[in-house]
């Protein structure tokens, strides 16, 4: 099994920054891809930022280079959200995939999902 926690969310004012952590244990020579992907009340889950094996990012298109992922070590992720708006209110999910190129645009790839942490954009 593999285990995925994530931290660092909370609330902070429109045009503030938040960085959200990510850590993958148990099972992780499963895994090879990791994202993280939010939900907003009444509204889908959608991609947010993640990198494949071979170090590829992918973002969602709200992204607009508000957001960096980057990794300190193959089985964490991190996300650094700067210029946050209200519309970037929800819960954050990370999660691990077992494919090597997973990207956020498709969740069904991911097999391993955390709890979720939630963070609070105010106009």
């Known amino acids: 099994q593999v285990q995925v926690v994530e931290s660092g969310g909370g609330s902070v004012q429109s045009g503030g920054s938040l960085r959200l952590s990510c850590a993958a244990s148990?099972?992780?020579?499963?895994?090879?891809?990791l994202g993280w992907f939010r939900q907003a009340p009444g509204k889908e889950r959608e991609g947010v930022a993640g990198?494949?094996?071979?170090?590829?990012r992918s973002y969602g298109e709200f992204v607009k280079g508000r957001f960096t992922v980057s990794q300190d070590a193959k089985n964490t992720l991190n996300l650094q959200m700067n210029s946050l708006v209200p519309e970037d209110t929800g819960v954050y999910y990370c999660?691990?995939?077992?494919?090597?190129?997973?990207?956020?645009?498709?969740?069904?790839?991911?097999?391993?999902w955390g709890q979720g942490t939630q963070v609070t954009v105010s106009s």
């Open positions: 999660a691990a995939s077992t494919y090597s190129r997973a990207g956020v645009g498709w969740a069904a790839d991911f097999a391993y």
């Open positions: 148990g099972d992780t020579y499963r895994t090879y891809s």
């Open positions: 990198i494949d094996m071979l170090g590829a």
